[in-house]
Nanobody
């Protein structure tokens, strides 16, 4: 059974940084493309960042140059380093494999002064 546990969110001022962590179980992480997502409306989520099995990365235009996705296959963990945070980054962030598994609880990121 795939389990995804996000952590690392919190309240940060504009311009600040956070590092999100996604601990996975029930999958062989090295065999999967992984992504970080956030809600756009209702139950819809947008892909914020993706890292392939081979380590290639891609980002939504809104976060390009500010966010960095990485993975540690030995620790079954995926990370999202978030720098230069803006109020519009406020959201619940989720990780998932691509194609997806059941969603975890996500982690709340709030950017506010």
């Amino acid at each position: 059974q795939v389990q995804l546990r996000e952590s690392g969110g919190g309240l940060v001022q504009p311009g600040g940084s956070l590092r999100l962590t996604c601990a996975t179980s029930g999958i062989v992480l090295s065999n999967n493309d992984m992504g970080w997502f956030r809600r756009v409306s209702g139950n819809q989520r947008e892909l914020v960042a993706v890292i392939t099995k081979g380590g290639m990365t891609n980002y939504a235009e809104s976060v390009k140059g500010r966010f960095t996705i990485s993975r540690d296959n030995a620790r079954n963990t995926v990370y999202l380093q978030m720098n230069s945070l803006k109020p519009e980054d406020t959201n619940i962030y989720y990780c998932n494999k691509i194609p997806g598994a059941p969603w975890g609880q996500g982690t709340q990121v709030t950017v506010s002064s």
